[in-house]
């Protein structure tokens, strides 16, 4: 069967002499896996829609167990993130990330549109990286079916206090008050008004809306705190890209 589509190269990798293995995010089968045959041999069109962030048109054939890239044709390189190796190695957690959450062989335009723009702030510098860091690791999963209860007070339904604890976890939160009678011991984040705000926001803002907040560099490292403990602990798995990524911002 052909499918035309659109998709985001994930991984690339090389098998035997001239072909390639790409994992693509596309935006009608969701994540496939698919051979790019004799791309090396063939025009650079073909190549350079293949690699690693390319946001492409696909015709893909569908076999029994495979898939094929039959032909390719570039949109978006996103060129400028190769330039910055901290970038790069975030977006290579974003990419991996959507290899973890983003269905298979389903429609997953959603997940599609929150990797273009989450790559497009991150080449044009437009937002911090860790803000777009928090902002792709909730609105992900939130997407992929886990979405934490950020609405109010899980014990005593206030909305707002001038601290919100976030618990990573259960993907809940509680107030001041709550939380001092608790006698779980699970780990509690403490966000004051504006990170809580902008917690909510990652995951109920309207999507045209959902870069469009700022917060100070205290409440964005708070931000992104709460968002990786709930990734990590809701996922529970390791990333390779991540501990890369933590490793190149520690240096
Ligand atoms: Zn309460």
């Keep these: 069967m052909q499918i035309n589509t659109e998709?985001?190269?994930?991984?690339?990798?090389?098998?035997?002499?001239?072909?390639r293995l790409v994992t693509v995010l596309t935006r009608d089968e969701g994540v496939i896996r698919a051979f790019a045959q004799q791309a090396k041999r063939l025009q650079n069109r073909k190549l350079s829609s293949t690699q690693l962030l390319s946001f492409s048109r696909l015709s893909v054939y569908k076999g029994r167990d495979k898939y094929i890239i039959n032909d390719a044709w570039p949109i978006e390189s996103f060129f400028d993130l190769r330039l910055d190796m901290e970038r790069l190695s975030l977006a290579q957690y974003f990419c991996e990330l959507a290899v973890v959450l983003a269905p298979e062989e389903s429609e997953a335009g959603d997940f599609l549109r929150l990797m273009l723009n989450s790559l497009h702030f991150l080449a044009k510098g437009l937002r911090p990286s860790l803000q777009l860091k928090a902002v792709v690791e909730m609105?992900?999963?939130a997407l992929a079916g886990y979405m934490p209860d950020l609405v109010c007070c899980h014990d005593c339904g206030c909305y707002e206090a001038d601290t919100m604890y976030f618990l990573p976890r259960s993907g809940i939160i509680t107030c001041a008050d709550c939380i001092s009678k608790t006698t779980q011991q699970e780990p509690a984040i403490p966000l004051p008004r504006g990170v809580m705000t902008a917690l909510r926001h990652t995951i109920y803002a309207e999507f045209d809306k959902l870069f469009s907040f700022r917060l100070l560099d205290d409440g964005i490292r708070l931000l992104a705190d709460a968002a990786e403990q709930y990734l990590l602990s809701t996922v529970q798995r390791r990333f390779a890209t991540l501990e890369f990524?933590?490793?190149?911002?520690r240096m």
């Design 7 to 19: 998709g985001l190269v994930l991984m690339e990798k090389s098998v035997g002499e001239s072909d």
């Design 139 to 141: 609105r992900m999963l």
């Design 245 to 249: 990524y933590h490793q190149i911002t």
